[in-house]
């Protein structure tokens, strides 16, 4: 049996603050096998550097995975052509930079981690994403089981995504908008789902970033930077397992664990 790890989006200083201070315990205590992350909001919600990505990988997270934002660090064009720890969603243009999947043989069986991303509400002119995941798995010659984290908006997209590839993937796991959902389930064939595995990041916010700040920009429709915010914090996402035998998921589990970041000193430039 293998046990897989999907955590929420990690939003802020906060959020990679709160994940280095839990996911090291939590990587132990629940006998975690792999564990994958959304870090695209990393940087105050607005893309993951190196440093940051680095650090995820240097505190328990084996993949890092993004959306829309990935590239939003002139730093992670370059890292992504050169590290195996980061991949993009396959429905990117084919000269995108980098990877969109990556092997891990986890006790004797091979998987296959997939990045897959919206086209709902995305803004973004991507290739359509069932197209793209269908015509990949009809050509994937590897004996794999593979599982798919789908970064996508609408929740109406991602539960239709689970029933195009219900009993050809072991999981489906929704993330983008930062909301745990509780309709966690094994469909008969399978497949584990969810609709959003969560966020990292700080509870009493929009999102995992400052209230106040939130609030101005919709009130004056004004370009305005999102700021990072402290305090309770949360670190979310999903335990699946899988037979050790055929791949199939046998059980998901939600995770949602509390703590408390302090706002660090306006000095402290440290991540």
């Known amino acids: 049996?293998?046990?897989?790890?999907?955590?929420?989006?990690?939003?802020g200083?906060?959020?990679?603050?709160t994940l280095r201070k839990l996911l090291p315990n939590i990587r132990i205590n629940n006998n975690i096998d792999y564990v994958i992350a959304n870090g695209e909001g990393a940087n105050s919600g607005y893309g993951i550097n190196k440093t940051q990505a680095t650090i995820l990988t240097h505190n328990g997270v084996d993949l890092i995975t993004g959306g829309e934002?990935?590239?939003?660090?002139?730093?992670m064009?370059?890292?992504?052509?050169?590290?195996?720890?980061?991949i993009r969603p396959i429905n990117y243009l084919p000269k995108t930079p980098g990877k969109f999947c990556r092997n891990a043989i986890i006790k004797d069986k091979k998987y296959l981690?997939?990045?897959l991303q919206g086209n709902a509400e995305m803004r973004q002119n991507l290739q359509n994403a069932?197209?793209?995941i269908d015509y990949f798995l009809d050509h994937l010659q590897e004996d794999v089981t593979?599982?798919?984290?789908?970064?996508?908006?609408?929740?109406a997209e991602k539960a239709t995504m689970l029933h195009f590839l219900d009993g050809r993937v072991a999981a489906v796991i929704g993330t983008h908008t930062k909301v745990q959902t509780a309709d966690e389930y094994i469909t008969d064939k399978g497949t584990a789902f969810i609709t959003d595995n969560g966020k990292i990041g700080a509870l009493n916010s929009i999102g995992g970033l400052d209230v106040d700040t939130e609030i101005y920009k919709l009130r004056s429709q004004m370009p305005t930077r999102s700021k990072d915010t402290y305090g309770e914090s949360l670190l979310q996402g999903v335990i699946v397992e899988t037979d050790d035998s055929s791949g199939k998921a046998t059980d998901i589990e939600r995770?949602?664990?509390?703590?408390?970041i302090e706002e660090p000193l306006k000095d402290d430039k440290a991540v």
């Open 1 to 11: 049996m293998a046990r897989i790890l999907f955590l929420g989006e990690v939003v």
């Open 13 to 17: 200083r906060c959020g990679v603050r």
């Open 69 to 75: 934002k990935l590239f939003y660090k002139l730093d």
């Open 77 to 86: 064009v370059d890292l992504i052509n050169h590290a195996s720890f980061v």
């Open 113 to 115: 981690f997939i990045s």
């Open 130 to 132: 069932f197209v793209s």
């Open 146 to 155: 593979p599982l798919i984290f789908f970064h996508a908006s609408a929740s």
């Open 255 to 260: 995770l949602s664990v509390k703590t408390y």
